[in-house]
T-cell receptor, first 113, second 114 residues
Framework: AQSVTQLGSHVSVSEGALVLLRCNYSSSVPPYLFWYVQYPNQGLQLLLKYTSAATLVKGINGFEAEFKKSETSFHLTKPSAHMSDAAEYFCAVSLFGNEKLTFGTGTRLTIIP | DAGVIQSPRHEVTEMGQEVTLRCKPISGHNSLFWYRQTMMRGLELLIYFNNNVPIDDSGMPEDRFSAKMPNASFSTLKIQPSEPRDSAVYFC????????????FGDGTRLSIL
């Protein structure tokens, strides 16, 4: 079975500062990994996905994530936070050929002006 | 392109009433998922379909919940009878056939059972 753990249910950063949201996965086989963002009163939107083609994955809105097998991690980063980045972020994992996604508990990102 | 469309966006009803949530997936997508989101339990997968066939309903809370997908462009999630603990935001998502296809989410139905 696969699972993801998101460290920190709430993260606050100043506008212009580095954003780092942590995700660790557990999987017995090479996983597919995703980051989603949820804005208030909306559904989840895909930020980026890892599919084994490259360990550094670039997504929308300036976000990127690096797959580190040795650390079983897939942390999300953005060099410079913007007020519009305030939202909840979810890490998710699936296995090859399986549509089922397992989501983490989410991290709420607050941007301090 | 139209995304996943859910209706209604908000539903308020009294305990014991039947509730029907509707979902139109993205055209051409093979898989459809129903999720429930609450503060206490986070995002839970209730059931998913592949080519209109239910594949995994292990997340359906109890017999009061049922889901159907009569065709590739429509699905319903029904709660009968509803209870206050069913209050949550219910999301529908769809995706292409795997591998590694992302799920596309609707904006959800916010359900309140009084």
């Amino acid at each position: 079975a696969q699972s993801v753990t998101q460290l920190g249910s709430h993260v606050s950063v100043s506008e212009g500062a580095l954003v780092l949201l942590r995700c660790n996965y557990s999987s017995s086989v090479p996983p597919y990994l995703f980051w989603y963002v949820q804005y208030p009163n909306q559904g989840l939107q895909l930020l980026l996905k890892y599919t084994s083609a490259a360990t550094l994955v670039k997504g929308i809105n300036g976000f990127e994530a690096e797959f580190k097998k040795s650390e079983t991690s897939f942390h999300l980063t953005k060099p410079s936070a913007h007020m519009s980045d305030a939202a909840e972020y979810f890490c998710a994992v699936s296995l090859f050929g399986n549509e089922k996604l397992t989501f983490g508990t989410g991290t709420r990102l607050t941007i301090i002006p | 392109d139209a995304g996943v469309i859910q209706s209604p966006r908000h539903e308020v009803t009294e305990m014991g009433q039947e509730v029907t949530l509707r979902c139109k997936p993205i055209s051409g997508h093979n898989s459809l998922f129903w999720y429930r989101q609450t503060m206490m339990r986070g995002l839970e997968l209730l059931i998913y379909f592949n080519n209109n066939v239910p594949i995994d309903d292990s997340g359906m809370p109890e017999d009061r919940f049922s889901a159907k997908m009569p065709n590739a462009s429509f699905s319903t999630l029904k709660i009968q009878p509803s209870e206050p603990r069913d209050s949550a935001v219910y999301f529908c998502a769809s995706s292409l056939k795997p591998p590694n296809q992302p799920q596309h989410f609707g904006d959800g139905t916010r359900l309140s059972i009084l």
